[in-house]
């Protein structure tokens, strides 16, 4: 690994993969999550780091477990890695 600390723009495309997978805008699932929808979209583009919680209720919203996203995150930090 390159870097100790979690990248927030793999993080950002992650959530932004998942979102487009529901086939959610970002209003419907910020919405269902109960986050704004502006935090969302600084998550999604790498500029805010969400918390766990956050991130467990941005699974919850996409009808996913928050470990296959977790998953899918360190894929995403181990193919830029490559």
Known sequence: MKNDTLDPVAVGRVI????????LSQEVLSGLAD?????LSAIERGERRPTL?????LSKALGVNMSDIVYEIEREIDNADK
């Open 16 to 23: 932004f993969r998942c979102r487009k997978w529901r086939r």
């Open 35 to 39: 986050i704004g929808r502006t935090h």
């Open 53 to 57: 919680d956050t991130l467990y209720k």
